[in-house]
T-cell receptor
């Protein structure tokens, strides 16, 4: 059974603080996606990382894929209340495969207080 | 550009009643389609996926079924709902590539 473990499960911080969310597995992924979801809505894709060691930046968000493609991190600098939401990581086991199934982590629920 | 629709947005149904949730995708051809269920504020459980018309794979034995009558239409059904079927149902699509999936707005189902 492939598992993707996210930590922490819950995170409550003050506006302006930095934070890091982790996503770990014993499986090697061909790619890894990060999503953000707001209550009552579908997840929205933030980024896809494909190459081991890859780093991508999206404004104040920095995503890194581990060298062995088994883990990933999401770092948010100077968090704002608008960053509040559920962050989900998802790994793809078969690049270009006909199924394209993803393994999802259970999510990190982030609350940023003004 | 591609868009994905789900309806209804919310649904309240009595135990034992039938269910039909619909998902349609626009702006892409021959997508892979997925149905997920999400427990309150937590991770996603894959229920069904489809790689083509009439091709359905079930991930979890349950009270639900899925059908794909057209290339960009995916339907989730039940003949008799259970209380445990309550949840947030998400449809998603993908095409061959790095594994990205794109989600619809979801349907909140409450079974009473």
């Amino acid at each position: 059974t492939q598992l993707l473990e996210q930590s922490p499960q819950f995170l409550s911080i003050q506006e302006g603080e930095n934070l890091t969310v982790y996503c770990n597995s014993s499986s090697v992924f061909s790619s890894l996606q990060w999503y953000r979801q707001e209550p009552g809505e579908g997840p929205v894709l933030l980024v896809t990382v494909v190459t081991g060691g890859e780093v991508k930046k999206l404004k104040r968000l920095t995503f890194q894929f581990g060298d062995a493609r088994k883990d990933s991190s999401l770092h948010i600098t100077a968090a704002q209340p608008g960053d509040t939401g559920l962050y989900l990581c998802a790994g793809a086991l078969n690049y270009g495969g006909s199924q394209g199934n993803l393994i999802f982590g259970k999510g990190t629920k982030l609350s940023v207080k003004p | 550009s591609q868009t994905i629709h789900q309806w209804p947005a919310t649904l309240v149904q009595p135990v034992g009643s039938p269910l039909s949730l619909e998902c349609t995708v626009e702006g892409t051809s021959n997508p892979n389609l997925y149905w997920y269920r999400q427990a309150a504020g937590r991770g996603l459980q894959l229920l069904f996926y489809s790689v083509g018309i009439g091709q359905i794979s079930s991930e979890v034995p349950q009270n639900l079924s899925a059908s794909r009558p057209q290339d960009r239409q995916f339907i989730l059904s039940s003949k008799k709902l259970l209380l445990s079927d309550s949840g947030f149902y998400l449809c998603a699509w993908s095409v061959l590539g790095p594994g990205e999936q794109f989600f619809g707005p979801g349907t909140r189902l409450t079974v009473l």
